[in-house]
């Protein structure tokens, strides 16, 4: 596969990913933030429920998305090292400091699998490597 099909893939990846986490009832604050120092492919705010008696916290989530056609490379997680959780944490900080964010916030993994005509998603939440 060449690189421009690589980008649409990821990209229908993405979008696929960031309405999955809407119907979740995560609303989506950015797609594709970049700096020079790198990208998160999307970034979101939900509610964290710490008990059954509190209405939650808010919480700011920095998506890494993950596309796959097939099974080369093995699944979406194993795509995500500790470079690139970090690389997210790091654009997560900018995003917070240009946006005034002091809230908790978290890294999360999208695995979407595209090998049929129904994609298939996954979400793990508050990966740490």
């Known amino acids: 596969m060449g690189k421009q099909q690589n980008k649409v ?7 696929l990913a960031a309405e999955y986490l809407a119907r979740k009832g995560y609303k989506i ?10 990208e998160v492919d999307i970034i979101a705010r939900t509610r ?12 700011v989530v920095f998506v890494e998305v993950k596309t796959k056609t097939g099974d ?3 699944e ?11 690389q997210v944490m790091r654009m997560g900080e ?3 400091r240009e946006y005034g964010w002091t809230g908790r916030v978290r890294v999360d993994v999208v695995g979407v699998w595209l090998e049929s005509e129904l994609p298939r ?3 793990w939440e508050s990966v740490e490597i």
């Open 121 to 123: 998603i996954e979400h």
């Open 9 to 15: 893939t990821g990209n229908r990846g993405e979008t």
């Open 72 to 74: 080369r490379y093995g």
């Open 94 to 96: 900018l995003w917070c």
């Open 48 to 59: 964290v429920h710490v008990s059954t008696s509190t209405r939650g916290d808010e919480v």
């Open 76 to 86: 979406p997680w194993e795509m995500v090292n500790r470079w690139k959780v970090e």
């Open 29 to 38: 604050l950015a797609r594709n933030y970049r700096s020079k120092w790198g």
